[in-house]
């Protein structure tokens, strides 16, 4: 199964990620501050489909905001769906 890595710059922006065959196969683009995480966009490889990469991604964010005591702003319109779908899952991180 793919492995999810986080990068950030030192202004605390980056995304986490996957690649697969030396390639970007998606990405979570976030921005951290001390409180928030804020999800801006996530975005799979068209021809990586359907193999629930996005799925991998949302977990490893919730993972880390949670370990991090971070609260979770999702203007991404798949995150948000995601914690509209299952409000009780991210009640403790989502920050509506």
């Not at 976030?30 to 999800?39: M, R």
């Not at 975005?43 to 996005?54: K, N, S, T």
């Not at 905001?65 to 914690?83: G, W």
């Amino acid at each position: 199964m793919a492995e999810v890595k986080l990068k950030l710059d030192n202004r605390r922006r980056g995304a986490f990620y996957i690649e697969e065959d030396g390639k970007q196969a998606g990405e979570m683009v976030i921005g951290l501050s001390e409180t928030t995480l804020t999800v801006y966009h996530t975005e799979v490889d068209p021809a990586m489909e359907g193999r629930g990469l996005a799925r991998l991604m949302l977990n490893a964010m919730v993972a880390y905001a949670r370990e991090h005591e971070l609260q979770v702003l999702p203007l991404c319109e798949y995150v948000h769906t995601q914690f509209r779908r299952h409000p009780d899952e991210y009640a403790d991180i989502w920050k509506r």
